[in-house]
């Protein structure tokens, strides 16, 4: 079992960053694979960026794709997302999951989910 909890959001104006932060329980929390996962207003809830136990193994969304970066801190059972250079349509509800299977990109791979933490991009 592995419980998440984000923290880090907020309001901050296009162009600029924010980084998600994400703190998990259990003692397995290095065997997981961790993902970040976005739901829209208005929108279905869609993926944003995993990465694999080791944190040798990325994926990222083409929307997100070289402007966020995912990492994760296995002695601090952390993982965290750097957003830079937000835009207005990147404002959402963002969620932090844990998967004990191989990385993937749909919410159906992962069981445990945070709360998630809003992020509003003015324009």
């Known amino acids: 079992q592995v419980q998440l909890v984000e923290s880090g959001g907020g309001l901050v104006q296009a162009g600029g960053s924010l980084r998600l932060s994400c703190a998990a329980s259990?003692?397995?929390?290095?065997?997981?694979?961790m993902g970040w996962f976005r739901r829209a207003p208005g929108k279905d809830r869609e993926f944003v960026t995993a990465?694999?136990?080791?944190?040798?193994?990325?994926v990222y969304a083409d929307a997100v794709k070289g402007r966020f970066t995912i990492s994760r801190d296995n002695r601090k059972n952390t993982v965290s997302l750097q957003m830079n250079s937000l835009k207005p349509e990147d404002t959402a509800v963002y969620y932090c999951?844990?998967?004990?299977?191989?990385?993937?990109?749909?919410?159906?791979?992962?069981?445990?989910w945070g709360q998630g933490t809003q992020v509003f991009v003015s324009s």
């Open positions: 999951a844990a998967s004990p299977d191989q990385i993937a990109t749909t919410e159906d791979e992962y069981p445990y």
């Open positions: 259990g003692r397995t929390f290095r065997t997981y694979v």
């Open positions: 990465i694999n136990w080791s944190g040798g193994s990325t």
